[in-house]
């Protein structure tokens, strides 16, 4: 019996290691697959590589970044995905402050201090009650080295570059879920009501006690 397929995009400085629960729970009865976010400078190329290593029918999980990337799938080829869920993204492109951060980030990885940027990113990645969580922060902390810095660059352009996906939102006619961390430091309650608002017949899950 040929198996549903399952098509994860990844958030930014993570890798499919991620992912590793969600596997557990589905791998007996989906066929999975991680897409990949490391080689292209554009969202736009991220999904078309996506698109050209899924079959002709899939189901996304999205997770912030892959969002972005999933936003863009729905622009290409809205009829291959047969469900969407949209993890902690958010629809906007980024305003002045967003990119200023960005390139704060930017500057820098370019003057070595890659290791800098993870530190300071952990707090609004992390539920505050796990930022002493040693095992969690190892984890964190290995899929960024593991992404390292070149690719941390070319999905942070990436991510700057992006288009506004919100006037997209109102023709994604696929079954979609969005799920937040009520403690999401980096999306708020506001985004994901937008999405909501604008995704025909989509549904909204927080989960208690958990950040990005």
Do not use: K
């Amino acid at each position: 019996m040929v198996r549903p397929v399952v098509v994860f995009a990844s958030g930014q400085l993570l890798t499919q290691e991620v992912w590793a629960p969600q596997a557990a729970a589905l791998s007996r009865d989906y066929d999975l697959r991680f897409s990949d976010h490391t080689c292209d400078e554009t969202v736009a190329g991220m999904a078309a590589r996506l698109l050209d290593e899924a079959p002709g029918r899939f189901h996304l999980i999205a997770h912030a970044m892959g969002g972005f990337t999933a936003f863009e799938v729905m622009r290409q080829a809205p009829e291959r995905v047969a469900s969407l869920v949209l993890i902690a993204t958010l629809a906007p492109n980024d305003g002045p402050a967003q990119t200023e951060r960005r390139q704060g980030y930017i500057r820098l990885v370019e003057s070595g201090r890659f290791a800098d940027v993870v530190e300071e990113r952990i707090p609004i990645l992390v539920h505050p009650a796990r930022r002493e969580d040693a095992p969690l922060l190892a984890t964190v902390r290995r899929m960024a080295a593991d992404t390292g810095a070149e690719t941390f660059l070319r999905q942070q352009r990436a991510i700057m570059a992006r288009p506004d996906s919100r006037p997209l939102l109102p023709a994604i006619a696929c079954r979609t879920l969005l799920i937040r961390g009520a403690q999401d430091a980096i999306t708020t309650e506001a985004h994901q009501q937008e999405i909501l608002a604008g995704i025909p017949g989509a549904r909204l899950e927080a989960i208690d006690d958990c950040g990005h």
